[in-house]
């Protein structure tokens, strides 16, 4: 679905703003300052809650400084892979900046579709002068192209009204196989990623051996053992909607899905349901550049980036989803819901209450076994 | 498939094509009143008129050529092209071509892999090569990344060397003099001082030229040289005057000279030559082999040899053996291991439910149509509105409210619990399923099963059933030999929409199948745009094509296309 919003910021509301923006229409340190630079740039993300939480954070308060720029928005990010081959293949580059996981982050950068960035020269130091590289941390800079924004985390969901529990809470990742402690049916997604790194932390497993084992077919059939016995119970979901929909209709009593999914559907629309962070799975999501960009329309992204990933703007962008900010300086920053005005930081993955049994994803990892174990996760699927 | 009832020859008379032939047939020219040859006017005559129709369609056809026509064409040849293992690794794949398949391969294979690796990670090319390869072997996609961050080290024991052997070496221009054509040198110089002069570093320099002579003196170096030049040009903007070469040109050099070559280089580049063939026999050598295998033990492993030398011809089978669950391996053509099986499973399963739903679709479709076409006009349009109404919802809208339907805290199942039909701990499951999959593409497809019906039996006279009534057939027989084979066009018709329509839906599927209600069509969508093996894709893509266009043939053979009306 390509859904183009055309954002342009009135002239009237610059004008009655710019008294609170008093860099003349200047990107504070910008390393691109005063160069050429293209006033339009169009700007790829996943739409809904997330987008917004972009817009608001960031992209207002950039055009409210630099009126004279427009924004398009392209909700393509979960199939930017693919549309940015097409548009390599067709020699037609219509995006200028893209967002997306790290997996596909790295993929870009693998089939040379992603620019290939210095960390320093895109992203501004923290506050107090640490390096942009430093306060991102290298388990953030998964890819040589990849400029972080959040962590964010698969983790489960499950209702608090069931009668069959007999007042027993789920607490840990294995009871999502406990179907007697806790009958119902679950939801999980329609992938290999998680669902067998779960599946084999709970036949014992220990998580930093987790990779070792799934490398091996025997581990592999460990893993697709474990999952068979809750095969019958469970619903398979492909968008992050799902899970909190099938919670909220009371279809399944546990699901996995995005952290800030299952916030919105506890917080914002109060429904009987808990968030079970035993086991969470980081995963991050941030910007690329794609490979081939003008220099104009790439001065404006570069400027752009340097004020849309500094310190108070990721924390800033906290404020309206639960997604942890990448950077460490974001982490005390981190403020109240705009609407809500609830602490965000216990909602946070990155929140050392819920951190402290978090599992990290392995991408490099994935992307060797992604091919091979997904074709053998849907003839499991399947049979 | 043209009516041999209409064709030019069984019109009698006076057109103009019948008049060609008169006049063919005529003994001797049969003469306008221009005087010329009548077939010769004649034929002036009706090429105009076939160029102006042929200017009237030539939109349409334009169009269809450019959005149909060439999309296929372009599937059926990604279906089968492979050329990114025989470009970005030419010099391997020649190697490779006597390797037998047991053990690693030579040391010349491993060379060969350095310098295509070194130039395929300057250019970026590696990694995409790996995920290629990876399709095939698992593993390959890591291997190739981190062997391109590390590959420029392989040679670099050669490098040490000639520089610890005079530090000329290290110098770009030595090797410029050494390698460029004499004419080359002196364009890049006046290419430097222009550029200098008019302060313009935009245009680019001169196109690099091997000497020839360099070229017959060192046969292993000068061609890697060459390449090296190339690429500093091209993907790096750069000069070959300003960048020393890569490790294994040093490498090469070594091989050209312990072998004997490079006679006959003059001046200070000779004595530079002689001073290092002299001192070569003494050199520490390294095996490139040993250099691959310290960067990843893999590279030892002979799959990975098997599965590089399995998909080197720029065209390959194997997308197509893996649609229909085989695999190329190094031993030929051997089926995927049975965990790994799943296309041929997918494609009965799309035609079996693709044949589920056309006949549901049938069955639920003639009563409607039948109503329809006997009712009074006002109340049948009416009803035909009813008919039409879903057409104009989104197809999104209409799944999802399914889901809301037929879930298990469902409508549907939350009535039949009421009732007590169903127990509540035991609800049916209606969706995420097969079941869900027919019941909601029926509902979606049943329009086309309805029109071409209707406005088939609209044109049925009602009098035929009439007569034979009055000729003493009952209802059912009347209906069943008189009425029926009047609409079987209309049948036909519709069956071949609602069949085509469904082996290639997607979106339905995806949303309420679950697991054992998805098609080929999610399979080949999960290439498209999450895996990225579009080779695969474009194989499974030409499959239902031709799936479908037999199925057609056979259609065409029993039933005839002809007695297909949509009214």
Not at chain 1, 45 to 66: F, I, N, R, T
Request: aromatic content about 10%; charged content about 20%.
């Amino acid at each position: 679905m390509k859904l183009k919003t055309l954002m342009m910021s009135s002239a009237a509301l610059a004008v009655a703003t710019t008294g609170a923006f008093a860099q003349d229409g200047q990107t504070p340190n910008s390393p691109v300052a005063g160069e050429p630079m293209a006033d339009e740039i169009t700007i790829v993300s996943w739409g809904g809650a997330y987008q917004d939480s972009q817009l608001k954070a960031y992209v207002e308060p950039y055009q409210e400084m630099h009126p004279e720029v427009t924004i398009v928005w392209d909700e393509s990010s979960s199939e930017a892979v693919a549309k940015l081959r097409a548009m390599d293949e067709a020699g037609n580059l219509s995006w200028d900046l893209v967002d997306v996981t790290a997996a596909d982050a790295m993929r870009l950068c693998d089939e040379g579709l992603a620019m290939e960035v210095d960390i320093n020269e895109i992203a501004a130091p923290a506050p107090d002068g640490t390096s942009a590289e430093e306060d991102f941390g290298e388990d953030m800079l998964v890819s040589d192209c990849f400029i972080p924004q959040i962590a964010y985390s698969y983790t489960f969901g499950y209702r608090t009204d069931v009668d069959e529990w007999n007042g027993n809470a789920p607490t840990e990742i294995c009871d999502v196989f406990d179907t007697e402690t806790f009958p119902g049916q679950r939801s999980l997604e329609k992938r290999p990623h998680n669902n067998m790194e779960w599946a084999l932390i709970c036949d014992g497993v220990a998580f930093e051996d987790v990779y070792d084992v799934l490398e091996t077919e025997e581990g592999q059939q460990r893993a697709f053992d474990k999952l068979d016995t809750i095969k019958d119970q469970t619903v398979w979901w492909t968008s992050g909607a799902d899970t909190p929909q099938l919670l909220a209709d009371g279809e399944v009593v546990f699901g996995s899905t995005y952290n800030g999914r299952l916030f919105s559907l506890i917080a914002e629309q109060d429904q009987p349901v808990e968030m079970m962070w035993d086991a969470q799975s980081y995963d991050l999501d941030g910007w690329i550049i794609p490979e081939g960009l003008e220099e104009e329309a790439l001065n404006r992204v570069k400027d752009f980036l340097w004020f849309a990933t500094d310190t108070q703007r990721l924390a800033d962008q906290a404020k309206y989803i639960s997604y942890g900010p990448a950077r460490d300086s974001s982490a005390p920053l981190v403020g109240q819901h705009a609407e809500l005005g609830i602490d965000m930081a216990p909602h946070m993955p990155t929140n050392p209450a819920n951190a402290t049994n978090a599992f990290v994803q392995n991408y490099e990892w994935w992307a060797d076994y992604r091919d091979d174990l997904d074709a053998k996760f849907q003839s499991w699927l399947t049979q | 498939m043209t009516d041999s009832a209409t064709g030019p020859d069984q019109f009698t008379g006076a057109t103009p094509d019948n008049a060609l032939r008169d006049a063919d047939r005529a003994a001797g020219p049969v003469l306008a009143a221009d005087g010329r040859p009548l077939k010769q006017s004649l034929s002036r005559a009706l090429r105009a008129q076939k160029l102006r129709a042929l200017g009237l369609i030539s939109p349409l056809l334009l169009f269809i050529l450019i959005t149909f026509i060439l999309p296929i064409a372009d599937m059926l040849f990604r279906s089968v092209e492979n050329q990114i293992v025989s470009e970005t690794l030419p010099r391997t794949v020649l190697a490779l071509e006597d390797w037998e398949g047991e053990g690693t391969p030579d040391e010349v294979v491993f060379r060969a892999l350095a310098a295509d690796l070194v130039i395929a990670a300057e250019q970026k090319l590696h990694t995409r090569l790996g995920s290629r390869l990876n399709y095939e072997t698992t593993g390959l996609s890591s291997l190739f990344r981190k062997t391109g961050r590390d590959v420029d080290e392989i040679g670099e024991v050669y490098l040490d060397q000639f520089e610890a052997l005079d530090p000329a070496w290290e110098e770009p221009g030595t090797w410029v003099a050494l390698m460029a054509a004499p004419d080359w040198i002196e364009a890049q110089a006046d290419w430097a001082a222009q550029a200098e002069a008019d302060r313009d570093f935009d245009s680019p320099e001169p196109r690099f030229r091997l000497d020839p002579a360099a070229g017959e003196a060192f046969p292993v170096a000068a061609p890697l040289y060459q390449r090296f030049a190339e690429v500093i040009q091209v993907e790096n903007e750069d000069s070959p005057t300003e960048e020393e070469p890569w490790p294994i040109v040093y490498q090469a050099l070594y091989e050209d000279l312990i072998a004997g070559h490079g006679e006959g280089v003059a001046g200070e580049a000779g004595r530079l030559i002689a001073a290092a063939r002299d001192a070569v026999p003494g050199f520490e050598t390294a095996s490139a082999r040993e250099g691959f295998l310290e960067i990843d033990e893999d590279w030892g492993n002979p799959e990975v040899w098997g599965t590089i030398q399995s998909f080197s011809d720029p065209y390959t089978a194997g997308y197509f053996l893996s649609s229909i669950d085989l695999q190329l391996t190094p031993n030929g053509v051997e089926k995927q291991p049975e965990d790994q099986q799943i296309y041929i499973l997918l494609f009965q399963r799309t035609l079996f439910m693709s044949l589920v739903i056309m006949g549901s679709c049938v069955l639920l479709g003639y009563p409607i149509a039948f109503l329809l076409s006997n009712l009074p006009l006002r109340t049948s349009n009416l009803l035909l509105i009813l008919v039409l109404l879903p057409f104009w919802t989104s197809l999104l809208v209409r799944t999802s409210a399914w889901k809301v339907l037929l879930q298990q805290q469902g409508v549907i199942n939350d009535v039949l619990v009421w009732i007590g039909l169903v127990a509540d701990n035991n609800r049916l499951e209606l969706i995420n399923n097969q079941t869900g999959t027919i019941i909601a593409m029926t509902h979606i497809l049943l329009p086309f099963m309805i029109l071409p019906l209707y406005s088939v039996m609209k044109t049925i006279p009602p009098y035929y059933v009439r007569a034979a009534k009055s000729l003493g057939a009952t209802p059912f027989t009347a209906f069943w030999r008189v009425y029926f084979p009047q609409s079987v066009p209309g049948i036909g018709a519709g069956c071949i929409l609602v069949f085509i329509l469904s082996i290639g839906y997607y979106i339905t599927p995806e949303l309420v199948g679950g697991t054992t209600g998805t098609f080929i069509s999610n399979r080949i969508a999960y290439h498209i745009s999450q895996s990225l093996n579009w080779g695969l894709a474009a194989a499974l893509g030409s499959i239902l094509l031709a799936v479908v266009l037999v199925l057609y043939y056979i259609y065409d053979k029993i039933v005839g296309i002809d007695n297909v009306s949509l009214g």
